[in-house]
Protein backbone atom coordinates (compact mmCIF):
# COMPACT_ATOMS: atom_id res chain seq x y z
CA UNK A 1 0.00 0.00 0.00
CA UNK A 2 3.10 2.01 0.84
CA UNK A 3 3.96 2.64 -2.97
CA UNK A 4 0.30 3.67 -3.98
CA UNK A 5 0.32 5.72 -1.35
CA UNK A 6 3.64 7.61 -1.65
CA UNK A 7 2.58 8.22 -5.49
CA UNK A 8 -1.24 9.58 -4.74
CA UNK A 9 0.04 12.02 -1.72
CA UNK A 10 3.16 12.93 -4.39
CA UNK A 11 0.63 13.86 -7.02
CA UNK A 12 -1.27 15.82 -4.69
CA UNK A 13 1.41 17.67 -3.37
CA UNK A 14 2.78 18.72 -6.57
CA UNK A 15 -1.15 19.56 -7.81
CA UNK A 16 -1.27 21.87 -5.25
CA UNK A 17 1.78 23.38 -4.50
CA UNK A 18 2.96 23.41 -8.12
CA UNK A 19 6.85 23.62 -7.33
CA UNK A 20 9.08 23.66 -10.61
CA UNK A 21 10.60 21.03 -11.66
CA UNK A 22 13.42 19.16 -9.60
CA UNK A 23 12.12 21.29 -6.56
CA UNK A 24 9.49 19.20 -5.71
CA UNK A 25 11.04 17.75 -2.44
CA UNK A 26 11.31 21.71 -0.69
CA UNK A 27 9.31 21.74 2.44
CA UNK A 28 5.42 22.65 2.60
CA UNK A 29 6.80 26.23 3.20
CA UNK A 30 9.66 26.54 0.91
CA UNK A 31 7.04 25.67 -1.43
CA UNK A 32 5.15 29.25 -0.06
CA UNK A 33 2.65 26.45 1.60
CA UNK A 34 -0.59 28.34 3.35
CA UNK A 35 -3.05 27.38 5.52
CA UNK A 36 -5.50 27.45 2.13
CA UNK A 37 -3.18 24.53 0.52
CA UNK A 38 -2.79 22.94 3.34
CA UNK A 39 -6.70 22.32 3.91
CA UNK A 40 -6.97 21.36 0.27
CA UNK A 41 -4.16 18.96 0.98
CA UNK A 42 -5.41 17.29 3.87
CA UNK A 43 -9.06 17.02 2.18
CA UNK A 44 -7.55 15.78 -0.74
CA UNK A 45 -5.98 12.87 0.87
CA UNK A 46 -8.73 12.39 2.66
CA UNK A 47 -11.16 11.80 -0.06
CA UNK A 48 -8.64 9.92 -2.57
CA UNK A 49 -6.73 7.66 0.45
CA UNK A 50 -9.70 7.54 2.95
CA UNK A 51 -6.95 8.81 5.39
CA UNK A 52 -7.55 11.15 7.99
CA UNK A 53 -4.24 13.57 8.60
CA UNK A 54 -4.00 16.24 10.87
CA UNK A 55 -3.12 19.31 9.41
CA UNK A 56 -0.89 19.99 11.72
CA UNK A 57 1.42 17.92 9.83
CA UNK A 58 1.70 19.97 7.47
CA UNK A 59 2.50 23.31 9.65
CA UNK A 60 5.34 21.29 11.54
CA UNK A 61 7.00 22.39 7.43
CA UNK A 62 7.41 18.98 5.90
CA UNK A 63 9.66 17.75 2.60
CA UNK A 64 7.60 15.90 0.45
CA UNK A 65 9.56 12.61 1.55
CA UNK A 66 8.40 13.68 5.63
CA UNK A 67 4.66 14.11 4.41
CA UNK A 68 4.84 11.32 2.27
CA UNK A 69 5.95 9.08 6.14
CA UNK A 70 3.13 10.97 7.94
CA UNK A 71 0.35 9.75 5.47
CA UNK A 72 1.62 6.11 5.17
CA UNK A 73 1.67 5.73 9.01
CA UNK A 74 -1.82 7.57 9.28
CA UNK A 75 -2.94 4.82 6.89
CA UNK A 76 -1.48 1.94 8.72
CA UNK A 77 -2.75 3.39 11.66
CA UNK A 78 -5.96 3.58 9.79
CA UNK A 79 -5.11 -0.45 8.62
CA UNK A 80 -4.25 -1.63 12.26
CA UNK A 81 -7.34 -0.50 13.71
CA UNK A 82 -9.84 -2.10 11.11
CA UNK A 83 -7.94 -5.66 11.89
Do not use: K
Request: net charge negative; no cysteine.
Amino acid sequence: MTNSVEQVVTRIWTDVLRPDPGRENLSFFELSGQSVSAMRIVARVESELGVEVDISVLFDDPDLDAFVRAVAESAGDRAGEAA
